[in-house]
Nanobody, 126 residues
Framework: HVQLVESGGGSVQAGGSLRLSCGAS????????MGWFRQAPGKEREAVAA????????YVADSVKGRFAISQDNTKNVLYLQMNSLQPEDTAMYYC???????????????????WGQGTQVTVSS
């Protein structure tokens, strides 16, 4: 079965960096749409970035553009989210997701995704 496991969250001060990892198993990682999403308490889940693992095409939400970047290690079936210049408003639970398909109509929409990890907490203090 499809399994996504996030790691790498933690607490940092504003301006710091973290790298999140998402280990994937149970499906064809090499040709899928995957995404990173986040949800702060009392807020809706929002897209951070999306990535087609087959073509390495990436989409990044405007709110984090220039600060966050996706990369992948196809040999390990791992998707990374490098987060730089973190701000308190980046505090949230971060989730990795996949739609288990080659393509998505709107890769930055949470509704596109069928499989989700358990999340990893990121806390940024000022």
């Amino acid at each position: 079965h499809v399994q996504l496991v996030e790691s790498g969250g933690g607490s940092v001060q504003a301006g710091g960096s973290l790298r999140l990892s998402c280990g994937a198993s149970g499906y064809t990682y090499s040709s899928n749409c995957m995404g990173w999403f986040r949800q702060a308490p009392g807020k809706e889940r929002e897209a951070v970035a999306a990535h087609y693992t087959g073509t390495a095409t990436t989409y990044v939400a405007d709110s984090v553009k220039g600060r966050f970047a996706i990369s992948q290690d196809n040999t390990k079936n791992v998707l990374y989210l490098q987060m730089n210049s973190l701000q308190p408003e980046d505090t949230a639970m971060y989730y990795c997701a996949t739609n288990g398909a080659l393509w998505a109509v709107d890769p930055l929409s949470p509704d596109e995704y069928k499989y989700w990890g358990q999340g990893t907490q990121v806390t940024v203090s000022s």
